[in-house]
């Protein structure tokens, strides 16, 4: 029985009181103003009763803390807050100091140094659904404990990632696997990271069933598509055995929207659609097929980085050539060289750490000019993008522009 059903039953059933109540006017119009008067209080205590349900809470003992009203700030401020409770959940288990003192340096090592766009785009999608530009400091520290579960789970996806590609460093410090003291510990570490994702999620919104359901399996049934898409990614090509036989831009599109596109941008726009109330399924599947969109031509433009992006901009080294990936340039190349320029290819790729076969490959890749291949790409996927977004109908479109401009042209 909803809220407003009960206030209503208890309206009527207090009437006959109301009625016999005496009230210093005449008894005909009397009654009329009682029915009037209880009228108003069912009226009063069912929006009352609607507006206390609708109101946005925090849990109980959320950590304090004081926003400025700089989105930046705030969203840092909220991740400080979470980090402590996430240590106060692992002390409920009196372990040794050192694990939370391991747990703090985890997370600030591994969640908070990216670009966030994920998580920024949590709170973003709750705003251009809301259409409010400012949402009060409850909603903020809700959308941003949301926001910030993706950047956790995006944390233990490069963890991990860092660990299979054989990756150096990382958002510009050394990859957490390397570290002297973490090494392959670091694969229990990424373990630990997803399971405090769902601690976060229980703290905030446990107590809100069926929102909790709905935010719940959105994280989990992407995290699964995203290890699908890394082990697709993984198994496309065996190390240092070269096969272009099985490269195609057909399997490429497979690996790129399982492995980036699902959790990079539809997880995090359809968070934020959860989180504001959006529940018709046909505004997900048109988020979705927008997102996807969108993230096949950020893995494109990862890709491209991972070649000729600056080490110091990008915070990594690539390492797509030597792992032998079906990467979006070595499917351009396959598609444009000449029989003698496929040799070299072959003989130079997936060389592992070996900077001559490298830089043959990187020369050919330059010869092809796939260069402009990719410029080319990545206006064609915006023009296309935009006209999507264009044709957006049952909800603000502004949350895909707002993901298009930040990816477009980008240099990191
Ligand atoms: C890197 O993502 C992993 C991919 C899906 C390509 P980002 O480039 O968004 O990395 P951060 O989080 O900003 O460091
Ligand atoms: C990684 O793709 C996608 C996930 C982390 C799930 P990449 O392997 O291309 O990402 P980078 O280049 O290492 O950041
Ligand atoms: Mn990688
Ligand atoms: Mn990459």
Same mark, same amino acid.
């Given at each position: 029985?909803?809220?407003?059903?009960?206030?209503?039953?208890?309206?009527?059933?207090?009437?006959?009181?109301l009625?016999?109540?005496?009230?210093p006017?005449p008894?005909?119009? &009397? %009654? /009329?103003?009682s029915?009037l008067? *209880?009228? @108003?209080l069912?009226? #009063?205590?069912? =929006?009352? +009763?609607?507006?206390l349900?609708?109101t946005?809470?925090l849990?109980?003992?959320?950590?304090?803390m004081?926003?400025?009203?700089?989105?930046?700030k705030?969203?840092?401020?909220?991740?400080?807050?979470?980090?402590?409770?996430?240590?106060?959940?692992?002390n409920?288990?009196k372990?040794p100091?050192?694990?939370?003192?391991?747990m703090?340096?985890?997370?600030?090592?591994?969640?908070p140094?990216?670009k966030?766009?994920?998580?920024?785009t949590?709170i973003q999608?709750?705003?251009?659904?809301?259409?409010?530009?400012k949402? &009060? %400091? /409850?909603?903020?520290?809700?959308? *941003?404990? @949301?926001?910030?579960? #993706?950047e956790? =789970?995006? +944390?233990?996806?490069?963890v991990?990632?860092?660990?299979?590609?054989?990756?150096?460093?990382r958002?510009?410090q050394?990859?957490?696997y390397?570290?002297?003291?973490v090494?392959?510990?670091?694969?229990n570490d990424?373990l630990?990271?997803?399971?405090?994702?769902?601690v976060?999620?229980?703290?905030?919104f446990g107590?809100?069933?069926?929102?909790?359901v709905?935010?719940?399996?959105?994280?989990?049934e992407?995290?699964?598509?995203?290890?699908?898409?890394?082990?697709?990614?993984?198994?496309t090509s065996?190390?240092?055995?070269? %096969?272009?036989?099985r490269?195609?831009?057909?399997?490429?599109?497979?690996? #790129?929207i399982?492995k980036? +596109?699902?959790?990079?941008?539809?997880?995090?726009?359809?968070?934020g659609?959860r989180l504001?109330?959006?529940?018709?399924?046909k505004?997900y599947d048109?988020?979705?097929?927008i997102?996807i969109?969108?993230?096949?031509?950020?893995?494109?433009?990862?890709?491209y980085?991972d070649c000729?992006?600056?080490?110091?901009?990008?915070?990594?080294?690539?390492?797509?050539?030597r792992?032998?990936?079906?990467g979006?340039l070595?499917?351009?190349?396959l598609a444009?060289?000449?029989v003698e320029q496929r040799?070299?290819l072959?003989?130079?790729?997936?060389?592992?750490?070996d900077a001559?076969?490298?830089?043959k490959?990187?020369?050919?890749?330059?010869?092809l000019?796939?260069e402009?291949d990719?410029?080319?790409?990545?206006?064609?996927?915006?023009k296309?993008?935009?006209?999507?977004?264009?044709?957006?109908?049952?909800?603000?479109?502004?949350i895909?522009?707002?993901l298009?401009?930040?990816?477009?042209?980008?240099?990191?």
């Open positions: 029985m909803s809220a407003a059903t009960v206030m209503l039953a208890a309206g009527v059933a207090f009437l006959p009181y009625a016999k109540a005496p009230l006017l008894p005909p119009s &009397s %009654d /009329v103003l029915v008067l *209880a009228t @108003l069912v009226l #009063v205590a069912t =929006l009352i +009763a609607l507006v349900k609708s946005p809470k849990p109980p003992d959320a950590a304090p004081k926003l400025t009203g700089d989105l930046m705030d969203f840092m401020i909220v991740f400080e807050g979470l980090t402590k409770e996430v240590i106060a959940d692992v409920q288990y372990l100091p050192r694990t939370a003192e391991y703090k340096r985890l997370m600030e090592y591994n969640v140094k990216g966030l766009t994920r998580g920024l949590v999608a709750y705003k251009s659904i809301k259409k409010a530009d949402i &009060s %400091d /409850v909603e903020f520290r809700r959308a *941003a404990a @949301l926001g910030w579960t #993706v956790w =789970l995006q +944390a233990q996806f490069l991990m990632d860092d660990i299979m590609d054989a990756s150096e460093t958002r510009g050394p990859c957490w390397l570290l002297p003291d090494k392959l510990n670091a694969i990424g630990l990271l997803e399971c405090q994702i769902y976060i999620l229980k703290k905030y107590a809100e069933t069926e929102l909790y709905q935010l719940f399996q959105l994280i989990q992407t995290t699964h598509q995203t290890a699908l898409g890394q082990f697709l990614d993984l198994t065996e190390p240092h055995k070269v %096969d272009f036989g490269f195609s831009l057909d399997v490429y599109s497979d690996i #790129v399982y980036t +596109a699902f959790y990079s941008f539809y997880l995090p726009c359809a968070l659609m504001a109330g959006v529940n018709d399924p505004l048109l988020a979705k097929t997102c969109e969108i993230g096949h031509l950020f893995q494109v433009q990862d890709d980085l000729y992006g600056d080490p110091d901009t990008i915070g990594k080294i690539g390492t797509d050539i792992d032998n990936k079906c979006w070595i499917n351009r190349a444009k060289c000449s040799k070299e072959e003989k130079n790729y997936a060389k592992g750490v001559s076969a490298e830089a490959v990187k020369k050919i890749f330059k010869d000019d796939v402009s990719f410029r080319a790409h990545e206006e064609a996927a915006y296309k993008i935009t006209a999507m977004i264009a044709e957006v109908k049952g909800m603000p479109s502004d895909f522009t707002f298009l401009e930040k990816i477009y042209k980008r240099k990191k």
